[in-house]
């Protein structure tokens, strides 16, 4: 497959330019009732799907929405909530250990600052880079699988490694997009840009992705 041209930041703006006109307030599929909930929802989503994760956690965060109830349930009541998901052991453990924290360290509240979301249990960069997002505000981009295949695929911040994927879309997404541009991507890469067959005919930037191999519609 040959390698795809890197954007111009001309295209580049036309392309969130087209993502905001058609969905201006992008939302993120994974469901919680407060900071904490999503936060747990996150670190749960790891090698997870979205649906999988809401299906497990609509009974846990209607019994358990403070670090504090986390901690009294314990691993062993949690994994009886999570057990449908991959890993859910060691969620498990790593969800009462980030509670413990955040009860012990940060007055039971999330923390808005990368290092002390970074120093909890279950939590890496990518997740650090969702809370930061969702949850303050921040123009941070989370590269997972999707947003990975969408930054070599279509020319936006083609790189080696998700984190040179990250730093080539902060550097090349307009400021004014910023926020959202995590949502939109993730999306687009989620149902449109599939990773096996991309639904090309019915991509709204087609053309000006960089993809060569572009599927055709369905006869």
Not at 19 to 45: Q, W
Not at 113 to 119: D, G, I
Not at 163 to 192: D, F, M, S
């Amino acid at each position: 497959m040959a390698k795809a041209r890197r954007l111009k930041p001309s295209e580049i703006e036309e392309i969130f330019r087209r993502f905001h006109d058609i969905e201006p307030e992008p939302k993120g599929e994974l469901k919680s009732v407060n900071d904490f909930t999503f936060l747990v929802a996150v670190v749960l989503s790891a090698q997870a799907t979205d649906v999988g994760v809401n299906r497990a956690t609509a009974a846990l965060f209607k019994a358990v929405d403070t670090p504090e109830k986390m901690l009294a349930l314990g691993e062993e009541g949690l994994r009886d909530y999570i057990k449908s998901i991959g890993l859910y052991r060691a969620k498990a453990k790593n969800v009462v250990a980030l509670s413990k924290i955040l009860v012990e360290q940060h007055g039971g509240k999330v923390p808005g600052k990368r290092e002390a979301l970074e120093a909890l249990p279950g939590v890496g960069r990518k997740t650090a880079n969702v809370v930061l997002n969702i949850i303050f505000g921040e123009p941070t981009i989370a590269v997972d699988t999707h947003l990975f295949r969408l930054g070599n695929r279509t020319g936006l911040a083609p790189g080696k490694s998700p984190y040179e994927v990250e730093k080539g879309l902060l550097k090349v997404i307009p400021k004014q997009y910023l926020r959202h541009a995590h949502h939109w991507l993730i999306l687009h890469g989620r149902y449109i840009c599939k990773a096996r067959r991309p639904e090309c005919w019915r991509c709204h930037i087609a053309d000006l992705c960089q993809f060569r191999e572009k599927t055709p519609a369905p006869v």
